[in-house]
Every structure is written in C-alpha cells, then in structure tokens.
C-alpha cells in the first residue's frame, strides 16, 4: 500500500469532499421544504392542486434518479430553462427526486395526528396555516425524524450520481486521482471512507433518536 | 351583487343561539330534521337524548365543525348558513371536547395561551397574566407548568375549559365533556362548568350527567331521531314528560 498517493492528491480530494457537502446540504435544505408544502398540500385534499401533488410523487418516484439527472441537465434546453449548471441540473434532480419521499415521510407525520387537534385550534381561531405550523407540525417530529434522518442519509450518497453529467464533487475526483496515478483500489477505499465520514454524524443522531423514542 | 333578505343579514332575535330548520345528512343518513332551538344570554341549555339522536352534530354545527344542508344558524350574531360570514364565529365560542383535545406538545399555560398569542396577538406578558387567571378559574393555577400527559382526565379537561374561556367567549360548548373521565373524576368538571353557569355564561351542554342538567340547566331539549321530542324546565321535562318516548329515555338513564 502506498499511502504517499493519497496525500499527494489531498487538494483534489478535499475539494470534492467540499462539493459533495455542498450539494448535500443544499438539497437536504430544498427537499425538506419541498416535501413540506407537497406534504401540506397533499393533506388539506384542495381539489386540482392535490392531484397535480400526486402525479409528482407518482413520477419522481417512479423513474431513476440517474434518468431524471440526465434528463434535466441535457433536457433543459428543451424544457427553456436554457443554461442549467450542473450544480443547478444535480440540485434541482436531487431535490425533485427525494423531496417525492420526503413529502410522503410528512404525510404520515401529519396524518397521524389526530383531527380533534384541528378542530381544537379551529375553533380558538386559528388559521389553517398557523394550525399547521403550530399545532401540527410539532406534534409529528417523533414520527418523522428518524426516517427524514435516513432519507437525508441516502441523499448524501446519491449526490455521487451527479458524477454523470460532470459535476466535480467526490466520486468524480476521485476518477480523475485514478485516470492520472493509477490506484484504483486505493482511491475508491479512501471515496467510501469519506462518504461514510459525511454520513456517519446523521447515523449517530437517528440512532439516538430512535431509542429517545423507544424510551418516550 | 347579491341582494339579500333582511331575515339573512340581520339576527332574527336577540338570542345568542337561534337555530331554526336544521336540516343535516351525512350519506344516506338525515341526522338533523328540521331543528328550532333559540339559547338567551346567561341561559344554559342541556341537550339530551339516546345516542345517534343528532345532539353532538347539532353542537358541532353551532361552532361551524359542520355545517348545516338547511336552514338558519345564528350564533353571537354571525350567520353560519352563510359561507362566507361563518368563520367569523372562530375566536368568539368556546368548544369543550370530549376527548379534551389539549395540545400534547404544550404545558397547560401553553395551551391556554397559544390563541391568545396567535388569534388575538396581545403580548407574551399579558397573555401569560391572562392564562393564569383562566386556570385559576378552573383551580388549576399551580398547574400551568404540567404537560398534558402529567395531569388527570379531569385536570385536562380543565384545562380544555380555561383555554376555551381565556378567549372570553360569548357562548361556550360542551360536547359530552365528562363521558371520557372516570367516574370519580366527573364531578371536579361538571363542579367547574356549575360555577360557569352562576357566573352568567351561555352555555349548551350535550351530556348524560342528568344531575347536571337537572339542578343547573335552565333549559332541557330532549331529542329523539334528529328532532327536538320535547323541551322545557328541568323540572318540566324530568318531573312530567309529556312524550312515551322522553319518559323511556330517562327511565333508562336514571335507573343506572
């Protein structure tokens, strides 16, 4: 094993180390807000706007992430959106594609609460939307952290899909290590190692939530 | 531009609740067929009858939870058969639930508080102050800091009361308050909601306690299959009810 070779490449790995959290933590940020409104919407059963939520759901989760990336990368000329970036291209995939579970996760938050809770804060005066925000939301955090925690864990690794339309995040300086020095083996353990550097604080808080809710 | 009759704009009486024609059907079942009932100020009207008989879907209508398929609702002067007008109401009454419906994730304080903060928008300071003081109408001021959770069935639904009484309502609605408490819990809430009635709050009380509505109702409707059977005095409807129906009714209910 030469390890010489990784710490000669230390920039380029620190750099798409940098990416990919940046690209995480944007579309975590986006997604979760996605999935709120679709979420809210889907709930208040307002006639068009709730089945135009669905048919989202239905084909966001119903088609790869690597297609919709693609699609939306190469497809924008088309679709008018013109000069996508690629950091734009790969966040707005991403966040289409795990807002679609995201908003599901909150559903059955949201769903779980019971209607007398509404009925409650209805009659006190609320608005539907400070109902939502302060009566109803809260009341969903047990149910929903820990899975929107794991959701959040699988999009931090599918961040390496948008290596296919060339965004420069970890896997893909990685590739470029390998093309130039050779390694593979070696580079790929150290891309895995870093990814699971990424993930691993999420872990570690969905298991302390899970046995908070165990114990509650 | 829609011109309305003056009956449509204007309460047709002075009462806080005036009812009349209530027609309601959920699917194929009419559950309300043609109710008139009229609730003065300070006056406090007990609501009784089997259950299915359509009182809890009559409360539910007089605070807008459902609306009615036909006739006139006014409560507080706000018309609910308008659509429009309706969530007027929303701020103005105050609905006691039977399954409490507190809000778990809020001290007692906190839930008293939350439409005060919210709805009226006075300050944290003053809602606090006056939080407090509806707990302690219901004695629970040494309270405020509980959990829903760490209080009893009765403590809650005390709570339920002193949130829907820190918003000064004009008329306050129970919904079957005391059936989900233990029996010995009962009387801390029918104690609460008796010191309500000599304080001069209107009041419409659905319930199977027939000593409350007996020695604190002004006002007895004993309903039967989606309408008012027969309605007066306590002493009326539990002393000599006219109708072979009522007299089952409470020969049932009292003899358990």
Request: glycine share 8%.
């Amino acid at each position: 094993m030469d390890w010489s070779v990784l710490w000669s490449n230390r920039d380029l790995y620190a750099s798409g180390l940098w990416s990919t959290v940046e690209l995480s933590a944007a579309a975590i940020a986006a997604c979760t807000l996605l999935g709120l409104v679709i979420a809210a919407i889907r709930t208040s059963r307002i006639p068009v706007l709730a089945q135009l939520a669905r048919c989202y759901l239905e084909v966001f989760r119903g088609t790869p992430l690597l297609v919709q990336m693609l699609f939306i990368y190469f497809g924008a000329a088309y679709l008018g959106i013109g000069n996508i970036s690629v950091f734009g291209a790969a966040l707005l995939a991403l966040t289409l594609f795990q807002g679609a579970y995201v908003a599901e996760i909150f559903r059955s938050g949201i769903e779980a609460v019971p209607r007398g809770q509404w009925e409650a804060a209805r009659v006190l005066g609320l608005s539907r939307v400070q109902t939502f925000g302060t009566v109803i939301l809260p009341q969903t955090r047990a149910i929903v952290l820990p899975p929107l925690v794991g959701q959040y864990l699988s999009l931090v690794k599918d961040t390496s899909i948008a290596v296919v339309i060339g965004y420069a995040e970890l896997l893909r300086e990685g590739q470029a290590i390998v093309d130039r020095d050779g390694h593979p083996g070696m580079a790929y353990l150290a891309i895995a190692v870093l990814y699971f550097v990424i993930c691993s604080p999420l872990s570690v808080v969905v298991r302390r939530m899970e046995r908070k809710a165990v114990t509650a | 531009m829609i011109t309305k009759s003056p009956m449509e704009r204007t309460p047709p009486t002075t009462a806080q609740v005036a009812l009349s024609g209530v027609h309601k059907r959920f699917g194929d079942l009419e559950v309300l067929k043609g109710v008139d009932i009229e609730v003065g100020s300070g006056e406090v009207v007990v609501l009784i009858g089997a259950s299915g008989s359509g009182k809890s879907t009559l409360l539910r209508i007089m605070c807008d939870l459902e609306r009615a398929d036909r006739g006139e609702v006014w409560v507080n002067g706000v018309p609910l058969h308008d659509r429009r007008r309706a969530p007027e109401i929303f701020g103005h009454v105050g609905m006691v639930f039977q399954q409490f419906n507190l809000f778990p994730h809020r001290t007692a304080l906190g839930n008293v508080t939350l439409a005060l903060l919210k709805v009226r928008k006075i300050s944290r300071k003053a809602a606090d102050e006056r939080g407090r003081e509806a707990l302690a109408r219901v004695g629970l001021a040494d309270k405020a800091d509980a959990y829903p959770a760490q209080l009893s069935g009765g403590q809650q639904q005390r709570v339920a009361i002193a949130r829907a009484l820190a918003m000064d309502p004009a008329v306050m609605f129970f919904d079957e308050p005391t059936s989900a408490l233990d029996p010995e819990l009962v009387g801390e809430v029918t104690g609460v909601m008796r010191s309500l009635a000599d304080e001069g709050m209107t009041m419409v009380v659905v319930t199977h306690e027939m000593r409350f509505a007996r020695d604190t109702a002004d006002h007895v409707v004993f309903m039967d299959g989606g309408v008012v059977l027969e309605q007066g005095t306590p002493e009326r409807v539990f002393g000599s009810p006219a109708e072979a129906r009522t007299q089952q009714f409470l020969h049932r209910v009292l003899d358990t």
